[in-house]
């Protein structure tokens, strides 16, 4: 599968930026595309066997390769961002179109701001976790970065991992426990870490205040630079964001219990504690996040060698549909306790 598949991603703030210029029922074109026309697809079309060739992803030159589709989207969501906020500043449109165009920045910040933070912040270079760190600030969430991959890919599938959501709680109970509980982990994980080293916990030492006031300057520069109606529209979208992520967290690992030894010692990750989805379209879209059992098996693989796992328990569609499910709790309990029943 060639790497510029995953250029697909940029259909997203291509489609947003139209909604920008054309106004009216475009602004929900990104809408209509990611949570109507793509569910739809994903019903009719799978592609479960394509993968990447390993041959291909062992050759360093295919770092760049692999890597051109992120960046793209990165600089596109960026870019982006600034022509929404200047466009909700200049531009006269009705309310609802407002609300089309959050939307739609709303699904940039989830599709790319967080989800391609997430590959970044996984890998080792410095430079990619720096952006990474910037792309959760179109969000308000950095503090995803010290709970992910601190927290949740220790504790996933305990009662401790707020990430991860018992059998029977809906989507909405669990919203408000992840977001709270995902940011008291990340300032106790921040907190142990500079007590460790024998360093203040209130200082700008720690990455939770340092990134808290870099998000509440850029708050302010954007209310002051663009407006009070821009900045209510970035709220928004940012909240939108973080709803898309949580609604993610709440089906990928829904129901699913890792257990303990008889020394009471936490059994390793395995595939078994992450639910997948090998619908081709999401997995282009979503830099292959519904892998979900090989990452949390190998965190540091980047998205383009991640594999489909048999051992893994599959969604019966991809993230975009089961989105959707998990906000009708009686239609999405039907659909998954079957499922996990088969497991026990």
């Not at 006031?213 to 109606?229: E, H």
């Amino acid at each position: 599968m060639n790497p510029l598949m995953y250029s697909t991603i940029l259909l997203i703030p291509g489609f947003a930026i139209l909604g920008l210029l054309a106004g009216g029922l475009w602004t929900f074109s990104v809408l209509i595309l990611c949570f109507v026309l793509l569910p739809l697809a994903e019903i009719f079309w799978r592609g479960d066997q394509i993968e990447t060739d390993l041959a291909i992803t062992e050759d360093p030159k295919y770092r760049a390769h692999i890597n051109f589709p992120i960046y793209s989207a990165v600089a596109c969501h960026f870019g982006l961002l600034v022509f929404f906020l200047s466009s909700i500043s200049n531009q006269s449109y009705a309310v609802w179109e407002i609300v089309g165009l959050i939307t739609a920045m709303a699904i940039s910040c989830g599709a790319i701001g967080i989800n391609i933070a997430h590959e970044l912040g996984h890998r080792v270079d410095r430079r990619d976790q720096r952006i990474a760190k910037l792309l959760l600030c179109t969000s308000l969430y950095v503090h995803f970065f010290i709970e992910h991959n601190r927290g949740h890919h220790a504790q996933v599938g305990t009662t401790s991992d707020p990430a991860t959501a018992r059998k029977g709680i809906t989507v909405y109970r669990f919203l408000p426990k992840s977001v709270i509980g995902g940011w008291l982990s990340a300032w106790k994980l921040e907190s142990d870490r500079l007590r460790r080293r024998k360093q203040r916990t209130l200082s700008f030492g720690n990455e939770m205040i340092r990134w808290q006031a870099i998000q509440l300057c850029m708050v302010g520069a954007i209310g002051v630079t663009f407006g009070t109606t821009s900045l209510l529209a970035f709220i928004g979208a940012a909240g939108g964001g973080v709803f898309l992520l949580e609604c993610i967290n709440y089906v990928e690992h829904y129901g699913l219990v890792r257990g303990r030894t008889s020394e009471g010692r936490l059994l390793p990750v395995k595939p078994e504690h992450s639910w997948n989805s090998s619908s081709l379209l999401g997995r282009l879209f979503l830099f292959e996040l519904p892998r979900h059992s090989d990452h949390h098996a190998r965190p540091k693989k980047t998205y383009s060698t991640l594999r489909h796992m048999d051992e893994a328990p599959l969604l019966p569609t991809g993230y975009s549909g089961m989105i959707l499910l998990s906000l009708i709790p009686p239609v999405y309990f039907a659909i998954m306790h079957p499922l996990l029943a088969e497991r026990t």
